[in-house]
């Protein structure tokens, strides 16, 4: 079936979706993008991802051009109108289409808004049942990583390299410490059982997985301390793993070919993936 695009207010089919050559997200990646799961035709922790839109937006001086409840609606109607069950979808918000130039357009220029769906089964995935294998790799990326840019260059690059090593995915390190991994936030447990993952920073995005994930520890009692660690201490780990919108809670078992633990999956992050899953699909809108 070819998927329906939300593109400035149309609903096109996807051959018909089109953005100018001139639009500044596609010459300057002046854009921001948002993903959010969908599960059993409903969106998964929404509105933790339309306030970081909103965030993200402000910071780079961008209007999103649909009210809050516009954009819950618009959000709805791409999953009925691709008759979705599960999966993602990725909204992109751009400075809109100007001649090219370093200097932004005039403040009135119409922005560019999309929004499509990737059909996905979300629930089952190999990855969380094995574990992945991740490498150190040096944090390259822009000093605002806490905005979720289109500028994703070289977490595309990290990934590849990754994959060249024979490995899943890379985490990053600046100045001696992990920030994140390519596209997900990363995440310790200590041999003590203590949860640790890096505080919020520009260094990083503020993962919404993440912050739920945190939640759901909480309350489970774990202790979670929210600091910078060492790729020594995710090496000496009990357990380590990674949470995203696009894969939940997924252990990582492997960094630089060293094996954390047992190198299986442990019980802790199984337990927080069956949470998370559990809780945020009851509570999905």
């Not at 509105?47 to 402000?58: D, F, I, V």
């Not at 995203?244 to 299986?264: L, R, W």
Request: with cysteine; charged share 25%; hydrophobic share 45%.
């Amino acid at each position: 079936m070819t998927r329906i695009i939300y593109l400035n207010g149309e609903w096109l089919a996807e051959p018909e979706a089109k953005v100018s050559v001139f639009d500044r997200g596609f010459l300057m990646a002046d854009a921001i993008y948002e993903v959010t799961c969908v599960l059993d035709g409903k969106l998964v922790d929404y509105a933790g991802h339309a306030a970081r839109l909103q965030r993200s937006a402000k910071e780079l001086g961008l209007t999103l051009p649909l009210s809050e409840e516009a954009l819950l609606a618009a959000h709805r109607e791409i999953v009925a109108r691709n008759q979705m069950d599960q999966g993602m979808i990725y909204l992109q918000l751009t400075r809109g289409v100007a001649d090219r130039d370093f200097a932004y357009p005039p403040a009135d220029t119409p922005p560019t808004l999309v929004m499509f769906t990737q059909s996905k089964n979300v629930l089952q995935n190999a990855a969380a049942e094995r574990g992945i294998k991740v490498v150190l790799l040096p944090d390259l990326r822009w000093g605002r990583r806490d905005i979720k840019t289109v500028q994703l260059l070289y977490p595309s690059m990290a990934k590849m390299e990754a994959k060249a090593r024979g490995a899943d995915d890379a985490w990053l390190t600046e100045d001696g410490f992990v920030t994140e991994a390519s596209a997900a936030s990363s995440h310790i447990v200590s041999a003590e059982g203590v949860l640790i993952t890096r505080d919020l920073s520009h260094a990083l995005l503020p993962g919404i997985t993440r912050a739920s994930v945190l939640d759901l520890a909480a309350a489970q009692g774990i202790s979670v301390e929210e600091r910078p660690f060492t790729p020594a201490e995710a090496l000496a780990a009990r357990e380590a793993f990674i949470t995203s919108a696009t894969n939940f809670v997924v252990p990582v078992v492997e960094i630089d070919g060293q094996s954390i633990a047992d190198g299986k999956p442990g019980p802790l992050t199984q337990e927080l993936r069956r949470l998370y899953i559990d809780t945020r699909r009851a509570a999905a809108i």
